[in-house]
């Protein structure tokens, strides 16, 4: 999937976020990067809480 506005790819992000005195949230979202994966977590869920993304190429890529 490309964004047409900035001709960025967009990849598979996964994840989850902790909010307190809830059960942990798994997420799986498209983005284009790591920082724009947090951005929509945070606009959909709001700020404060613990979040974790990764994209499973990135994990797995030998650095």
Request: proline share 3%; net charge negative.
């Amino acid at each position: 999937m490309v964004n047409s506005e900035f001709g960025e790819p967009k990849r598979e992000y996964l994840g989850f976020i902790r909010i307190a005195g809830q059960p942990e949230i798994q997420l799986r979202l498209m983005a284009s990067s790591s920082s724009e994966a947090r951005s929509i977590v945070i606009e959909q869920y709001g700020e404060g809480h613990l979040i974790s993304v990764w994209n499973e190429e990135d994990a797995s890529r030998t650095r």
